[in-house]
């Protein structure tokens, strides 16, 4: 394998998930793939990186008071168990379709960020936050997601911040911050389970591992310093080409 190719990978991929609220393992596997890395382990490596990548990239968000608690606690407490039963309905259920369909998702999630209005000036209000109304709606996008993240074998961040913005109207800063919290939960168990069926390459995860760390750290510095409609639509750009990418290229 090439090994200064994985830790480039983990550098970029640190730095993006960092920087647009990712837990970053959706666009590492089939970047790894292309590098030599066999498949079951470009799927299964990315997971256990996340945990710490993530986590470093979110203490630059909880500095500046970006975190919004409720919606973590919500999505953690819901997210978990579904992911759980979205790993198990992979005995029945095939991850083409969901890849393609989740694909075309991110691409038109990025489309609304980006043609829509600023996500500051849409952002919900207090009164709003508090209903019944969000509340149910926080409860589906934690299941969705956490069931996607069990069916893909990833995170889940790559949809979190997105429907977070797209569904609650959150704002971006916070959404990106929570999508890293969650991300980093929603990948313990997708670690676990990989672990003891022996699909994680220790030495790829230690590569990958040193250089996403700290570029996720960097990336998160940039986000929470940039102007938030730049960072806005900078965002909708990057749901849009990962998604057609992933959309024209496959996985």
């Given at each position: 394998m090439d090994?200064?190719?994985?830790?480039?990978i983990?550098?970029?991929?640190?730095?993006?998930?960092?920087m647009?609220?990712?837990?970053?393992?959706?666009?590492?596997?089939?970047?790894?793939?292309?590098?030599g890395?066999?498949?079951i382990?470009?799927?299964a490596?990315?997971l256990?990186?996340?945990?710490p990548?993530?986590l470093?990239?979110f203490?630059?968000?909880?500095r500046?008071d970006?975190?919004?608690?409720q919606v973590?606690r919500?999505?953690?407490?819901?997210?978990?168990p579904?992911?759980v039963?979205?790993?198990?309905a992979?005995l029945?259920i095939g991850?083409g379709?969901?890849v393609?369909?989740?694909?075309?998702?991110?691409?038109?999630?990025g489309l609304?960020?980006?043609?829509?209005?600023?996500?500051?000036?849409?952002?919900i209000g207090?009164?709003?936050r508090?209903s019944?109304?969000f509340r149910?709606?926080?409860g589906?996008?934690?299941?969705?997601v956490?069931?996607?993240?069990?069916?893909?074998?990833?995170?889940?961040?790559?949809?979190?911040?997105?429907l977070y913005?797209?569904?609650?109207?959150m704002p971006?800063?916070?959404a990106f911050?929570c999508s890293?919290?969650?991300?980093a939960a929603?990948?313990?168990?997708?670690?676990?389970?990989h672990?003891?069926l022996g699909?994680?390459?220790?030495?790829?995860?230690?590569?990958?591992?040193?250089?996403?760390?700290?570029?996720s750290?960097?990336?998160?510095?940039?986000?929470?310093r940039?102007?938030?409609r730049w960072?806005g639509?900078?965002y909708?750009?990057?749901?849009?080409?990962?998604g057609?990418?992933?959309?024209?290229f496959?996985?």
């Amino acid at each position: 394998m090439d090994w200064v190719a994985i830790a480039a990978i983990g550098a970029a991929v640190g730095f993006l998930a960092g920087m647009f609220g990712k837990g970053g393992s959706a666009i590492a596997t089939p970047l790894l793939h292309a590098v030599g890395v066999p498949a079951i382990v470009s799927v299964a490596a990315p997971l256990p990186a996340t945990i710490p990548s993530t986590l470093v990239a979110f203490s630059a968000y909880w500095r500046r008071d970006l975190v919004d608690r409720q919606v973590l606690r919500w999505s953690v407490g819901i997210g978990v168990p579904a992911t759980v039963v979205g790993a198990l309905a992979t005995l029945w259920i095939g991850g083409g379709p969901l890849v393609t369909a989740t694909d075309v998702v991110v691409a038109v999630l990025g489309l609304r960020i980006l043609l829509g209005p600023d996500a500051a000036d849409d952002a919900i209000g207090d009164a709003e936050r508090d209903s019944l109304g969000f509340r149910i709606r926080l409860g589906l996008v934690s299941a969705v997601v956490g069931l996607a993240a069990g069916l893909l074998a990833n995170s889940g961040g790559f949809l979190l911040a997105p429907l977070y913005i797209a569904v609650l109207r959150m704002p971006l800063k916070p959404a990106f911050a929570c999508s890293l919290a969650v991300a980093a939960a929603l990948a313990v168990p997708g670690t676990i389970v990989h672990a003891a069926l022996g699909h994680i390459d220790w030495a790829v995860v230690a590569v990958f591992g040193l250089t996403s760390v700290p570029f996720s750290y960097w990336g998160a510095r940039v986000a929470v310093r940039s102007d938030a409609r730049w960072l806005g639509r900078a965002y909708g750009v990057a749901l849009v080409v990962l998604g057609v990418g992933f959309l024209v290229f496959g996985r």
